[in-house]
């Protein structure tokens, strides 16, 4: 979609920046991974019985933080560093997805550091690995599923799409492409879902990343999660960024929810003086 469908000046964003806290962060959905009383995902607990070696943890946390080498570690973080850097070594393009590119080795070697940290139940350092992999190129996402999954760890790929919800918007927008482009519908619902409990401005600049990515499948799973679990007033919100492109999508949504969500969110578009016709 071109960019100047969004050419209408933003409105400010009446809901605050407090809405992802007051919902209490991202929800974890259809991964396997638990959310504790205070949000945290069961992948920030150290994973009991998984095997691996003290070299290989520290292979993984020097290989992604460089410099940095975990204290009492030696001699075994020139294979994790040159993972990492091929791993980390990129950006992605905005809204580009797949695995083209990402050294399918240097993906290997982080989840095998994983299995290390895990087994010294160095849960802290493992999180930070994660964090750091969420962070890093898109593309790096359906390979690091696969490998997470094989390896046992598919509570740290939860922790992982749980870190991916909160990047920027665009950033959020080009892992949600990378994943719907290998095919794995599910993980990219659950990051959109968890995306959906965003600031409505961050939630905005996403879906339109999206739609200018041509990422029609994604905006409109993005859109359905925002109207599903936020207030007609919240949408409304939203809508003012660009009124004529989000009501008809935002309406459309909430008719799939159900008849009173889109009745309440045709109310509160009227209210805002937004058009619903």
Request: with cysteine; proline share 5%; aromatic share 4%.
């Given at each position: 979609m071109p960019a100047g469908a969004f050419g209408t000046p933003a409105a400010p964003d009446l809901a605050g920046s407090g809405e992802f806290a007051a919902h209490g962060g991202p929800v974890q959905a259809g991964s396997g991974g638990g959310v504790g009383d205070r949000g945290v995902p069961a992948g920030a607990q150290a994973a009991p019985g998984q095997a691996g070696t003290g070299a290989a943890g520290a292979a993984g946390a020097a290989g992604v933080f460089g410099a940095q080498a975990a204290p009492g570690q030696a001699g075994t973080g020139a294979a994790g560093a040159a993972g990492a850097a091929g791993v980390f070594g990129a950006q992605a393009a905005p809204g580009r997805g797949g695995a083209g590119g990402v050294d399918r080795g240097g993906v290997r070697g982080l989840v095998a550091g994983l299995v290390g940290l895990r087994a010294e139940g160095r849960s802290g350092e493992a999180h930070a690995v994660l964090c750091e992999a969420a962070a890093g190129p898109a593309g790096s996402l359906p390979g690091l599923a696969v490998e997470l999954g094989r390896a046992g760890l598919g509570a740290d790929w939860a922790t992982l799409l749980w870190e991916a919800?909160?990047?920027?918007?665009?950033?959020?927008?080009?892992?949600?492409?990378?994943?719907?482009?290998?095919?794995?519908?599910?993980?990219?619902?659950?990051?959109?879902?968890?995306?959906?409990?965003?600031?409505?401005?961050?939630?905005?600049?996403?879906?339109?990343?999206?739609?200018t990515a041509g990422r029609t499948r994604e905006t409109d799973t993005l859109l359905g999660a925002f109207v599903r679990v936020r207030t007609a007033e919240e949408a409304a919100a939203l809508a003012r960024r660009a009124p004529q492109w989000f009501a008809p999508r935002l309406l459309r949504a909430a008719r799939a929810v159900s008849a009173s969500r889109h009745r309440d969110l045709a109310h509160a578009l009227r209210a805002a003086g937004i058009a619903t016709a």
């Amino acid at each position: 979609m071109p960019a100047g469908a969004f050419g209408t000046p933003a409105a400010p964003d009446l809901a605050g920046s407090g809405e992802f806290a007051a919902h209490g962060g991202p929800v974890q959905a259809g991964s396997g991974g638990g959310v504790g009383d205070r949000g945290v995902p069961a992948g920030a607990q150290a994973a009991p019985g998984q095997a691996g070696t003290g070299a290989a943890g520290a292979a993984g946390a020097a290989g992604v933080f460089g410099a940095q080498a975990a204290p009492g570690q030696a001699g075994t973080g020139a294979a994790g560093a040159a993972g990492a850097a091929g791993v980390f070594g990129a950006q992605a393009a905005p809204g580009r997805g797949g695995a083209g590119g990402v050294d399918r080795g240097g993906v290997r070697g982080l989840v095998a550091g994983l299995v290390g940290l895990r087994a010294e139940g160095r849960s802290g350092e493992a999180h930070a690995v994660l964090c750091e992999a969420a962070a890093g190129p898109a593309g790096s996402l359906p390979g690091l599923a696969v490998e997470l999954g094989r390896a046992g760890l598919g509570a740290d790929w939860a922790t992982l799409l749980w870190e991916a919800a909160s990047l920027p918007p665009e950033r959020l927008a080009a892992a949600a492409a990378a994943l719907g482009d290998a095919g794995r519908h599910a993980d990219c619902d659950a990051l959109l879902r968890q995306g959906a409990a965003r600031p409505t401005a961050d939630v905005a600049d996403a879906a339109q990343a999206l739609a200018t990515a041509g990422r029609t499948r994604e905006t409109d799973t993005l859109l359905g999660a925002f109207v599903r679990v936020r207030t007609a007033e919240e949408a409304a919100a939203l809508a003012r960024r660009a009124p004529q492109w989000f009501a008809p999508r935002l309406l459309r949504a909430a008719r799939a929810v159900s008849a009173s969500r889109h009745r309440d969110l045709a109310h509160a578009l009227r209210a805002a003086g937004i058009a619903t016709a």
